[in-house]
């Protein structure tokens, strides 16, 4: 069993950068492809970005591209989601999701291809 623990979220003007961590514990990370998404109020939850097990792929919307980075730290059983020039419309819950290590390319970008979840943290972008 894997548990994922996010932080980092807050409030942030228009143009301005936060970054989100998610931390797993349990069976090494390294074994872990790890995705991000978001639901903004009144919306489905979409795709952000991924990254693969070994860390040498990461996938992104389109919405974000040039915009956010995705990383992870296998020392640290760690991935990051780095948001910079961020937009009001970059509002919502960000999730952190952890998959077994079996999927790879664009799929990652399919909820249900993650096994674990973290729980959520807002990041709310004022104009």
């Known amino acids: 069993q894997v548990q994922l623990v996010q932080s980092g979220g807050g409030l942030v003007q228009a143009g301005g950068s936060l970054r989100l961590s998610c931390a797993a514990s349990?069976?090494?990370?390294?074994?872990?492809?790890m995705g991000w998404f978001r639901q903004a109020p009144g919306k489905e939850r979409e795709f952000v970005a991924a990254?693969?097990?070994?860390?040498?792929?990461?996938y992104y919307a389109d919405s974000v591209k040039g915009r956010f980075t995705v990383s992870r730290d296998s020392d640290k059983n760690t991935a990051y989601l780095q948001m910079n020039s961020l937009r009001p419309e970059d509002t919502a819950v960000y999730y952190c999701?952890?998959?077994?290590?079996?999927?790879?390319?664009?799929?990652?970008?399919?909820?249900?291809?993650?096994?674990?979840w973290g729980r959520g943290t807002q990041v709310t972008v004022s104009s």
């Open positions: 349990g069976r090494s990370s390294t074994s872990y492809s």
């Open positions: 990254i693969n097990w070994s860390g040498g792929s990461t």
């Open positions: 999701a952890a998959e077994n290590g079996v999927v790879d390319g664009s799929s990652l970008s399919r909820m249900a291809v993650y096994d674990y």
